[in-house]
C-alpha cells in the first residue's frame, strides 16, 4: 500500500485532492477530481472547519472570524486568495506542495495561471517575513513548489 494524503474538506467529507507521498516530504497528485468519503469516517476525519486555528512562530491564525494576529498580537489584514493560501500552508507544514495543490487550494477565480502562485507567495511572504528577499517561513523548493518550513501547533 502507498503513503497518501487527502486534502480537501474532511468534515463534509469533500476531498479534493489524493496525493501520493514518497517519505513525508515529497508529495505528487493522484487524481485531478472529487472524493467522497463513507458517511461512518466522515465524523472522525476532522473537526468544525471554521473552530480553531494554527499557531506558528508567535503568530496565530484564528479560523473564526479568519484573523491573522502577529507575535505581538496584532491584526494583520489578508484577502482571500492570501488567506486561503496561508491556510494550505498550515494545514500541511514542513511538506512541499506543488503549485498546482496551491492554485487548487486558492482558486477564486477560474482564470489563474501557474505563474500567479508566485504572486500569492510573494504577497504572503511580505506579510510573514521580516526579510522577504531571504525567506525563511515560506522557502521555494526548485522544481517542485513551496514548503511552509515552520512547525505548526493546531488548536
Known amino acids: 500500500m502507498l503513503p497518501a494524503q ?3 474538506f474532511p468534515a463534509e ?3 479534493f485532492q489524493l496525493l501520493h507521498c514518497i517519505g513525508s516530504e515529497l508529495c505528487f497528485p493522484l487524481f485531478g477530481r472529487e472524493f467522497f468519503a463513507p458517511a461512518h469516517e466522515r465524523d472522525t476525519m476532522a473537526r468544525d472547519p471554521e473552530r480553531g486555528g494554527y499557531r506558528f512562530n508567535g503568530w496565530t491564525l484564528e479560523r473564526r472570524g479568519r484573523k491573522l494576529l502577529d507575535a505581538n498580537g496584532s491584526p494583520v489584514a489578508l484577502s482571500k486568495g492570501e488567506y486561503a493560501l496561508l491556510l494550505a ?3 500541511a507544514p514542513q511538506r512541499p506542495l506543488t503549485r498546482e495543490h496551491l492554485l487548487q487550494a486558492t482558486r477564486v ?3 489563474i495561471f501557474d ?3 508566485d504572486v500569492q507567495v510573494l504577497r504572503l511572504r511580505r506579510k510573514l517575513e521580516t526579510d522577504p528577499s531571504a525567506p525563511r517561513i ?3 523548493e526548485r522544481g ?3 514548503v511552509f518550513a515552520l512547525p505548526v501547533e493546531s488548536f
Open 144 to 146: 517542485v513548489g513551496y
Open 89 to 91: 500552508f498550515l494545514e
Open 6 to 8: 487527502l486534502f480537501g
Open 138 to 140: 515560506i522557502q521555494t
Open 109 to 111: 477565480h477560474e482564470d
Open 13 to 15: 467529507g469533500r476531498v
Open 115 to 117: 505563474r500567479s502562485i
